[in-house]
């Protein structure tokens, strides 16, 4: 990343914080996730998030960094989660987890984009919501081959427009 004069809005280090925090609670998830999975496939979409949050965090970090910014203490896998834990879940929960999830972060990475002002900082989060899009596509072809996709309801199709007249 270029060097940059700018100092962070108050906007940019709340998101870049929320962002941070968030996505190392993922990988502690998704680490214990991946302890117990025993579908290939499922294993194959939890690596792809640990991944990709992986990715979220280096970014902000080097943000962080760059502008002398404290690096958040985040939950860590070693202090914060218990790996010998036994199994919670079946591997079927750990996608619908991740799509809840990964819905939850769009919804936060999108509201972040007009308020990101500095160049390097909207750059990452457009990136970050890019990769979130992507995964979302990902994990919904995994849903859907493995049968486990549910679909919205459909309805008819209107003949014509018409209003409420009461």
């Given at each position: 990343?270029?060097?940059?004069?700018?100092?962070?809005?108050?906007?940019?280090?709340?998101?870049?914080?929320?962002?941070y925090?968030?996505?190392?609670?993922?990988?502690?998830?998704?680490?214990?996730?991946?302890?117990?999975?025993?579908?290939?496939?499922?294993?194959?979409?939890?690596?792809?998030?640990?991944?990709?949050?992986?990715?979220?965090?280096?970014?902000?970090?080097?943000?962080?960094?760059?502008?002398?910014?404290?690096?958040?203490?985040?939950?860590?896998?070693?202090?914060?989660?218990?790996?010998?834990?036994?199994?919670?879940?079946?591997?079927?929960?750990?996608?619908?987890?991740?799509?809840?999830?990964a819905?939850?972060?769009?919804s936060?990475?999108?509201?972040?984009?007009?308020?990101?002002?500095?160049?390097?900082?909207?750059?990452?989060?457009?990136?970050?919501?890019?990769?979130?899009?992507?995964?979302?596509?990902?994990?919904?072809?995994?849903?859907?081959?493995?049968?486990?996709?549910?679909k919205?309801?459909?309805?008819?199709?209107?003949?014509?427009?018409?209003?409420?007249?009461?």
């Amino acid at each position: 990343m270029k060097p940059t004069n700018e100092q962070l809005t108050s906007a940019e280090m709340g998101k870049l914080w929320a962002v941070y925090m968030g996505n190392s609670m993922a990988i502690c998830v998704l680490t214990y996730f991946q302890k117990h999975c025993q579908d290939p496939d499922i294993m194959e979409i939890l690596k792809k998030a640990k991944g990709l949050s992986e990715k979220i965090i280096t970014g902000i970090t080097e943000i962080f960094k760059k502008d002398n910014f404290p690096i958040p203490i985040g939950f860590d896998v070693k202090k914060d989660v218990n790996l010998e834990a036994p199994r919670l879940f079946v591997d079927e929960f750990y996608l619908h987890y991740l799509k809840y999830t990964a819905k939850a972060g769009l919804s936060l990475y999108s509201t972040a984009i007009p308020m990101m002002i500095r160049k390097d900082v909207r750059e990452l989060i457009l990136n970050i919501d890019h990769n979130t899009i992507q995964f979302l596509v990902a994990l919904n072809e995994t849903l859907e081959n493995k049968g486990f996709l549910t679909k919205p309801p459909i309805i008819p199709i209107p003949k014509e427009v018409s209003f409420v007249e009461k």
